[in-house]
């Protein structure tokens, strides 16, 4: 097994905004794997509050470039047991080879692999398309430029109640709250208790990650199901979460790729959670990874490609929300920009 690597750093059609910060571009690090004549792909975006560069990924891929080629590759759960216990601080970089495997493990099988799983995609879920924290007016903008079924609201500003009202003006569209972390329990059931009435579907991560007192009081009292992002990052938050949160958020690059993600569905399953699957702004790459879980999942937000300017591989497309998938095996993606 050969491995090569390229980076990016696409740019957003509008400066991407959060309770935590601003970003114009998404630098992000694509892996190719090749397997006797087999090229297969995985991507791992950076972001910066989890400390995992894009040159961190790169040096601990030089610094083991030959153990991550060496391995005898016959299935991808086994390379993903050996790639954590390769990189036990890089999770990123384990969920891009851990795509790139299961990339590689259906081309070698001829199939998408929602089709090597069984899986019936007849009844997705639709994406949400999220919009970021600007001025009002700006925000309005940002949705009226593209009408969708359902939009994730990114808050956490002294503005909330004000901007969902005003956005709510223009729309007959689900919503659904997005606070990263930003606000305190008290504040919080009170701006929820408002967001029922406005046709608010659920709220993300609505306090800071350890704030486990606090969640149990909105837990108890929240009128809204309530989801954990920040609080899930790995396979063990998942029971961590239960009886706090009404479902959990799951992110490939966070938690380590498909491989820990299709456990967490499970064990989130018997703890009779709800599920989604999130966007870190992955390119057509990552996304189309992504929608090899959606028959899975409750709800999903995989709308990196529609948020990017530039895009650097030909995968899943949209249809108002609706994941359109292509005909390429393993994640599903071509003619890559590599």
Not at 39 to 55: D, H, L
Not at 111 to 128: A, P, R
Not at 318 to 328: L, S
Request: charged fraction near 25%.
């Amino acid at each position: 097994m050969k491995i090569k690597y390229k980076t990016y750093n696409l740019p957003f059609k509008y400066p991407f905004t959060i309770s935590r910060g601003t970003k114009t571009h998404q630098p992000t690090l694509v892996v190719e794997l090749e397997h006797f004549g087999i090229k297969a792909y995985g991507e791992a975006p950076a972001i910066s509050y989890y400390n995992i560069p894009v040159v961190q990924m790169i040096a601990d891929i030089e610094s083991k470039k030959q153990f991550i080629e060496k391995f005898s590759f016959t299935d991808p759960e086994r390379y993903w047991h050996y790639l954590h216990h390769l990189f036990p601080q890089n999770p990123f970089l384990v969920c891009a080879l851990d795509m790139a495997g299961w990339d590689l493990f259906g081309k070698m099988k001829r199939k998408q692999l929602y089709q090597l799983w069984g899986f019936d995609i007849s009844n997705n879920s639709l994406t949400d398309l999220t919009i970021g924290i600007d001025t009002i007016p700006l925000m309005v903008k940002k949705m009226q430029a593209m009408p969708w079924p359902v939009y994730k609201i990114k808050l956490g500003t002294d503005q909330d109640v004000e901007i969902i009202s005003a956005l709510r003006k223009h729309t007959n569209a689900i919503f659904r709250v997005d606070a990263n972390a930003a606000w305190k329990a008290e504040d919080a059931l009170e701006k929820i208790n408002v967001f029922k009435d406005l046709g608010v579907e659920f709220i993300e991560q609505p306090l800071a990650k350890d704030d486990w007192e606090g969640m149990q009081f909105l837990f108890k009292n929240s009128p809204l199901p309530l989801f954990a992002d920040e609080s899930c990052v790995s396979e063990k938050d998942v029971d961590k979460c239960a009886g706090y949160f009404h479902g959990i958020n799951i992110k490939l690059t966070k938690c380590s790729g498909l491989t820990p993600a299709k456990r967490m569905i499970t064990r989130a399953r018997e703890l009779n959670m709800k599920l989604m699957i999130g966007s870190m702004n992955e390119s057509s790459v990552g996304t189309s990874a992504i929608a090899q879980l959606l028959p899975l999942l409750d709800h999903v937000d995989m709308d990196g490609p529609l948020l990017l300017a530039e895009d650097i591989a030909k995968g899943v497309t949209f249809d108002n929300g609706k994941i359109i998938y292509t005909n390429a095996l393993g994640i599903g993606i071509e003619n890559i920009d590599f």
